[in-house]
């Protein structure tokens, strides 16, 4: 989802990057090749040398209802490590979207809040997408917990009736 924004960022003429983690793979080299190809800088995506690209498969019911596969045991996108994000990166931009399929697990749980952090340290505007997926996370209950983490650090959420009653 985060990638979908700043696709949509980058095609509305802002200065768009993503930071995140992909394998060392097909999909992750498609994934990049597409952001890149959508004007989004990739500088900032990590490879990850021992699992595959975390993949989400969406259908769609005949009266519009979505239902999302994961294939991710664990996913590439699960190891985000901060410690190879560029501290220039985060002090630099202006607007740090996230959502909390990053929170699901760590390393990359503790990566996005770090990164939080450190932009909102730097004025960054920060934007959330709760968008709860149930089937990626361990229980309900974890859940919420790690969803509402870094609300006191959101200035813009974006959210759906489901989610509001989970925050």
């Known amino acids: 989802a985060p990638a979908n924004v700043a696709v949509a960022a980058a095609r509305l003429g802002a200065k768009s990057s993503f930071i995140g983690c992909v394998g060392k793979d097909s999909f992750g080299a498609g994934l990049r090749d597409t952001l890149r190809e959508n004007g989004v800088e990739t500088s900032q995506m990590q490879e990850a040398d021992d699992v ?48 909390s399929v990053s929170l699901t697990a760590d390393p990359s749980r503790t990566s996005t809040l770090e990164a939080v952090r450190k932009a909102k340290e730097n004025s960054v505007l920060i934007t959330y997408d709760p968008n709860f997926r149930p089937a990626l996370w361990s229980d309900r209950e974890d859940a919420i917990v790690q969803m509402r983490k870094p609300l006191p650090m959101v200035d813009i959420i974006k959210i759906s009736d489901e989610e509001m009653e989970l925050m």
């Open 52 to 99: 595959l690209t975390t993949m989400a498969v969406v259908s769609v019911t005949a009266d519009g209802e979505r239902s999302f596969s994961f294939y991710r045991n664990p996913g590439a996108d699960l190891m985000l490590d901060s410690r190879k994000i560029v501290a220039g990166a985060l002090q630099e931009t202006k607007i740090l979207h996230f959502g």
